[in-house]
């Protein structure tokens, strides 16, 4: 079964950067694929980035030029590199992993940016 394990979120004035961390486990032979997604309050959850097994890459129009996924050789930890956040990028974000059969959801971890 995979597991997935966010970290890396916190509290930052906007135009500053975090980075944050999904750590894979269990079943990676069998993902097609790893996303990002965040839910802001009162709205669902959206794609923000995306990595294929073959590192192709699919952002959000709102976050391109900003954000940047990658992952590790062995695919057991994908990034997300947010540069220059903005307020609306308040969220939880949230990393998916895609197989044939399923997606599995971390739990989560909170992003919050300032004025």
């Known amino acids: 079964q995979v597991q997935l394990v966010e970290s890396g979120g916190g509290l930052v004035q906007a135009g500053e950067s975090l980075r944050l961390s999904c750590a894979v486990s269990?079943?990676?032979?069998?993902?097609?694929?790893v996303g990002w997604y965040r839910r802001a309050p009162g709205n669902r959850r959206d794609l923000v980035a995306f990595i294929t097994y073959v590192n192709t890459t699919i952002y959000a129009d709102s976050v391109k030029g900003r954000f940047i996924i990658s992952s590790t050789n062995d695919k057991n930890t994908v990034f997300l590199q947010m540069n220059s956040l903005k307020v609306e990028d308040t969220a939880v974000y949230y990393c998916?992993?895609?197989?044939?059969?399923?997606?599995?959801w971390g739990q989560g971890t909170q992003v919050t940016v300032s004025t």
């Open positions: 998916g992993a895609d197989t044939s059969e399923s997606r599995y």
């Open positions: 269990g079943g990676i032979f069998s993902i097609n694929a």
